[in-house]
């Protein structure tokens, strides 16, 4: 196992020691991260102790490293899956030619471009979620709020690697601005929309770690397949921490139903009202979060049609979901795919060149592994015998971009008028009322042991210990 010297002020497994330039670089950007988490990080976080999970070394089974940790102090660092003897470009034009340790010429710019945007994500997700520390429903959640925030922390470490040891002044000018974008921020905002969005609540924000992290996760792994085979072997390493940050939405989203679901059958009711005077929040609420963030989200994949997708692929810069495991020739110029499309008020679906539908395929890769996973909460009211079920609407509700923009389409693809939208929207997306309503529901609640009225207890604590053990200490 590489082991990871936590005495050198930048933790990694990239032998930083042995290139000085790199080393000066990194130690120069370091302070003003430390500066960007005291301004942007989570409030009011600086003195507490939190059992966290650090990386102590790329190993299986050392990389779940658990203790306290003063937040502050956590130890970002850089680190990189192992290298793969021999590995090849697996796709594309340049397939079967060994991976690039170095970034081509020709596509320098198109891959800063690539790992600026991912980067760019994960500080605004930091920035996005900072004040719910403040209404934390338990000790639990607040320690899994924070190990999601340093760890993505650490994915904006991993992106300025490579900006930093790859692409020169340009890059270091990258790291900067990375520090500098604000989510929300009129005149400087983070690049992507959903990362401008506001997390407002916790139902908020264990929809974005189910849905949206769920997004990293794709695009991650569809860099994991780069030629550029540094980008690779780090979005590699940060694929087993994204598994967290989905475990973190899904459970909590069951929690929330599992305890809406115990007093609607304890009160015998599916009144959204009667729920609401009980504390808990009704399961139509629940749904309408569900529409809007897999809408928002779902617009982070881009046009269905795509020549940037297919020169994406082409050049070797970003694969499939899976690629290598994937029954083809890697290459897709005579393959199709189908998209959809909206012809008068009818949603058609026509075949296109499959290298321009790229965006489409991992978005549907997407969808497919978020069925799944709605399909486990939908487990809850059916044992309950409650026959409400979660559903994910429509590919073409609520988009802003790709061939669904500009049309409206309601959750069960139906094409509208914009007055018939208007009329029902209320039905589909959290309006002010639901918002302001669960709103209402958020407190703080910091004894070990006691969780929040609207939410269940987990089941297991984190790395084995109790749910009541003091994941927070605070100082
Ligand atoms: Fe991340
Ligand atoms: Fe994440």
Redesign the pocket.
């Known amino acids: 196992m590489t082991g990871i010297d936590y005495a050198e002020k930048i933790p990694n497994n990239v032998e930083l020691t042995s290139n000085r330039t790199l080393q000066r670089a990194l130690e120069h950007w370091q302070p003003n991260y430390l500066k960007w988490w005291a301004d942007m990080g989570p409030d009011d976080s600086k003195s507490y102790d939190v059992y966290l999970r650090t990386a102590v070394s790329v190993d299986p089974k050392g990389w779940a490293h658990y203790d306290y940790v003063r937040m502050p102090d956590y130890r970002w660092g850089i680190f990189l899956a192992p290298a793969e003897a021999g590995r090849q470009v697996n796709f594309g034009a340049h397939r079967g030619e060994a991976a690039w340790q170095d970034v081509p010429g020709e596509y320098r710019s198109t891959l800063r471009r690539i790992i600026v945007t991912q980067g760019d994500t ?1 500080p605004a ?1 930091v920035e996005q979620q900072r004040h719910l520390g403040l209404t934390c429903p338990s000790l639990y959640d607040l320690r899994n709020i924070f190990q ?1 925030n340093v ?2 922390g650490r ?1 904006l470490w991993a992106m300025v690697y490579l900006l930093h040891a790859h692409f020169g002044k340009d890059g270091r000018e990258e790291g900067e601005a990375l520090l500098e974008r604000r989510s929300g921020d009129a005149d400087n905002p983070r690049i992507l929309t959903a990362f401008n969005e506001k997390t407002p609540d916790w139902l908020s924000f264990f929809m974005f ?1 189910f849905i ?2 769920r997004d ?2 794709y695009q991650l792994a569809a860099l994991a397949e780069s030629a550029f085979d540094p980008l690779s072997r780090t979005c590699r390493f ?1 694929l087993t ?2 598994a967290h ?2 475990f973190v939405g899904e459970s909590g989203v069951a929690r929330i139903i599992e305890r809406t679901c115990e007093l609607m059958a304890q009160h015998k009711t599916g009144d959204p009202a009667r729920l609401r005077n009980l504390g808990v929040i009704d399961l139509p609420t629940l749904q309408r979060y569900l529409n809007f963030h897999f809408s928002v989200t779902s617009d982070l994949y881009g046009s269905e049609v795509s020549s940037n997708a297919a020169s994406f692929y082409t050049n070797g810069l970003k694969g499939r979901f899976q690629e290598t495991t994937l029954q083809d020739d890697h290459r897709l110029e005579s393959a199709e795919y189908p998209v959809m499309e909206v012809t008068g008020d009818r949603i058609l679906t026509r075949q296109v060149n499959a290298l321009t539908a790229l965006n489409e395929r991992l978005r549907d890769d997407w969808i497919h592994d978020l069925e799944n996973a709605i399909g486990r909460w939908n487990r809850i009211p059916e044992k309950t015998g409650i026959a409400f079920r979660f559903k994910l609407p429509h590919k073409g509700f609520h988009r802003r971009i790709g061939a669904f923009a500009g049309h409206h389409v309601s959750p069960e693809g139906k094409v509208l008028s914009e007055t018939g939208w208007k009329h029902q929207e209320a039905q589909w997306l959290p309006t002010a009322e639901d918002r302001a309503f669960v709103q209402s529901l958020m407190g703080r609640v910091t004894e070990p042991g006691q969780y929040a009225h609207w939410i269940a207890a987990p089941r297991i604590g984190i790395n084995k210990q109790p749910v009541d053990f003091e994941y927070v200490r605070f100082g």
């Open positions: 994960e997700s999601v760890e993505e994915h770690t949206t992290d990293g996760k940060m921490e994204e940050h989905l």
